[in-house]
């Protein structure tokens, strides 16, 4: 009987002990919110006035590029903090999804999610092509069809380009693939219970450009130089 007396109260000690524990470990790392947002920093290209050649490229090709819209078919966005190994980011996003912006300004929110607090240093992500299936199954989608159709495209940008003043509606598709790394300007910091944003940011002004010519986006000599600019300009820094 003197040991079953205290069998009762040693059972509600442990059990009041786990769930101390448990609590603990589930407030822990502790997190704040990222927010990443597409951002476009100016949609025109602005006009050259001469007409002489350079390198081969006639550098009144076109006189001047207005951007519409940019749109990439992107995959597996991850955040790396500061000495954290290539392999260990953390996943800000990893089923295909659409980069959206337009020359109206708007940012448009890619994704949000937890993430622990701490120093982070860059983003990654992958221009993404559709396998053959995946075509398939997001032929209807009604954000993604455009690039599940046969060509499966991962970037698609609209806009005019103007010869004599007048404007001729164009759309530059490419097929290119790459990953990307992006490191900040300056490190940003993730902190308890607060947002941070982060902008993915595309210039137009300068997928168009090469040794001061603007390029015809509709001639396909040019779509090797379009894509190695759109990979090399674009940037990730902390919207403030």
Do not use: W
């Not at 079953?4 to 786990?18: E, G, Q, R, W």
């Not at 603990?24 to 949609?43: A, K, Q, R, W």
Request: proline share 4%.
């Amino acid at each position: 009987m003197k040991f079953t007396k205290y069998i009762m109260p040693l059972a509600i000690f442990v059990f009041v002990s786990f769930f101390i524990a448990s609590c603990s470990d589930s407030t822990s790392p502790n997190e704040g919110t990222v927010n990443v947002v597409s951002d476009m920093l100016n949609p025109a290209v602005s006009i050259v006035p001469s007409i002489s050649t350079k390198n081969g490229i006639q550098v009144n090709e076109v006189d001047s590029i207005r951007v519409t819209s940019v749109r990439f078919l992107l995959s597996e966005m991850k955040l790396f903090s500061i000495n954290t190994d290539s392999t260990e980011g953390r996943v800000l996003k990893s089923s295909p999804f659409v980069f959206l912006v337009d020359d109206t300004g708007t940012m448009v929110q890619l994704t949000s999610v937890s993430m622990p607090v701490g120093t982070y240093e860059k983003v990654k992500f992958e221009f993404h092509r559709f396998s053959a299936s995946e075509a398939g199954q997001y032929a209807t989608d009604a954000v993604l069809k455009d690039f599940a159709t046969s060509d499966r495209y991962t970037m698609i940008i609209t806009g005019d380009y103007y010869k004599g003043g007048v404007p001729i509606a164009f759309t530059f598709n490419s097929q290119a693939t790459a990953n990307l790394s992006l490191n900040f300007p300056s490190a940003i910091t993730v902190e308890e219970g607060a947002t941070t944003t982060v902008a993915i940011q595309v210039d137009p002004t300068l997928f168009f450009k090469k040794d001061g010519s603007i390029l015809d986006p509709t001639n396909s000599k040019n779509t090797n130089d379009i894509e190695n600019a759109i990979k090399t300009t674009i940037k990730a820094f902390k919207k403030s």
